[in-house]
């Protein structure tokens, strides 16, 4: 009976300090937080928290290709724009693959200020940036805003030169123009309004237009659209269809460790460009339409309809195969973006225009409770 006691009375002991020193460690480890997460709300005048946002166009024409300028097609190379397309992804042509390669893409293909009016940004104290376009601008990335200061305005008097859309990506199927926040430090996004005429838009046969929003520089590995719009020819002020309205209420940067369970790499600031030279080092060349937005390491230029076809087999969109092969040759960034939207549609005054209002609000979300949940042990920062 004694040897029981005095056996029940050390496991009782052994279990008292046992849990002391489980809790004791326990609120060291959470100290040291090396595995935990935390959540940072930020409003939208921070760089490092503003997202990216494309708009991408693609068509779905068989012979007359949306994308394409077909009269300068046909005067350059005598042959149709679909003809084009096809020799770019390495399709038998009848035209001189040499003829096709030296054609400037930038010039066979769409631009964008022939569809888009303007876009304007409001910050939080009602100033207004306004970008306006006609197809006469050769570079949209010169035009400069015309800035409305508000009563209660917190501008300066002089405000630094600014930065419209880009070009982001393009190839023979999807092109993307980027707008990237560079304003100055004191404005606050509020929300941001894309003005397109409707009846350029319809002469894009079988056209699409993508919205995307994501971490700066990670468009190929965010190919998840917020909002696309099958058809043009169904838009119109009668039917309410000419004012879409996107909110962005959640937006979640997630800041991975680099020695998680998935490695990343946090020096990785550009993963666009890591996966074009990572496509591009595979087949050894350059292809036409990335002469432009390629700047990675010099490789000579594709001459062949091998190499175009080899290249093919790695694009984007609709390629979630191609693209992952690519993707998976190198440690994704550390840095991520996670975004939820809604959208609605509703009318706008003016006939002719689609307007495409993105709003930013920031919220705590479920999502975003849920986030916290899945990301605790990979991660050690949320905004």
């Known amino acids: 009976m004694n040897?029981?006691?005095?056996?029940?009375?050390?496991?009782?002991?052994a279990c008292?300090?046992?849990?002391?020193y489980m809790t004791i460690h326990f609120i060291q480890e959470y100290h040291a937080n090396e595995d935990s997460s935390h959540i940072i709300i930020k409003r939208f005048r921070q760089s490092e928290i503003f997202p990216a946002i494309s708009l991408c166009f693609r068509s779905k024409h068989n012979e007359q290709d949306g994308l394409y300028n077909h009269t300068f097609i046909k005067d350059m190379l005598s042959i149709q724009s679909n003809d084009y397309k096809n020799a770019l992804l390495g399709k038998p042509s009848t035209t001189s693959i040499g003829n096709i390669i030296d054609a400037e893409f930038d010039e066979a293909t769409i631009k964008l200020q022939t569809y888009l009016k303007k876009f304007r940004v409001q910050d939080t104290n009602e100033n207004e940036f306004t970008w306006s376009f006609d197809e006469n601008i050769s570079d949209i990335r010169e035009v400069q805003p015309e800035i409305i200061r508000h009563q209660q305005s917190d501008l300066p008097e002089t405000v630094p030169k600014l930065k419209s859309m880009t070009l982001k990506y393009q190839d023979p199927n999807f092109i993307c123009y980027e707008y990237m926040s560079d304003l100055i430090s004191e404005?606050?996004?509020?929300?941001?309004?894309?003005?397109?005429?409707?009846?350029k838009l319809q002469e894009i046969n079988?056209?699409?237009?993508?919205?995307?929003?994501?971490?700066?520089?990670?468009?190929?590995?965010?190919?998840?659209?917020?909002?696309?719009?099958?058809?043009?020819?169904?838009?119109?002020?009668a039917t309410r269809t000419n004012q879409i309205v996107l909110d962005l209420n959640a937006i979640n940067l997630i800041h991975a460790r680099d020695d998680a369970n998935e490695p990343c790499d946090e020096n990785l600031e550009d993963d666009d460009s890591e996966w074009a030279k990572q496509v591009i080092d595979i087949v050894r060349c350059v292809p036409p339409y990335w002469r432009t937005t390629y700047q990675g390491r010099k490789h000579p230029q594709c001459t062949t309809t091998e190499q175009l076809k080899n290249i093919s087999f790695y694009l984007p969109?609709?390629?979630?195969?191609?693209?992952?092969?690519?993707?998976?040759?190198?440690?994704?960034?550390?840095?991520?973006?996670?975004?939820?939207?809604?959208?609605?549609?509703?009318?706008?005054?003016?006939?002719?225009?689609?307007?495409?209002?993105?709003?930013?609000?920031?919220?705590?979300?479920?999502?975003?409770?849920?986030?916290?949940?899945?990301?605790?042990?990979?991660?050690h920062y949320f905004y």
């Open 317 to 379: 969109m609709k390629n979630e195969f191609g693209a992952t092969v690519i993707l998976e040759k190198y440690r994704q960034p550390c840095r991520q973006m996670r975004v939820q939207a809604n959208a609605n549609s509703d009318q706008y005054k003016k006939e002719d225009v689609l307007k495409l209002k993105l709003r930013l609000r920031f919220v705590f979300s479920l999502y975003s409770a849920y986030s916290l949940i899945q990301f605790a042990y990979n991660c």
């Open 187 to 199: 404005v606050t996004i509020d929300s941001i309004d894309f003005y397109f005429y409707i009846s």
């Open 16 to 20: 008292f300090f046992g849990t002391i």
């Open 3 to 13: 040897v029981f006691k005095v056996t029940t009375s050390l496991l009782k002991a």
């Open 206 to 237: 079988k056209g699409e237009l993508y919205i995307f929003v994501y971490q700066p520089n990670q468009l190929i590995r965010n190919l998840r659209y917020l909002y696309k719009i099958r058809g043009f020819y169904g838009i119109s002020q």
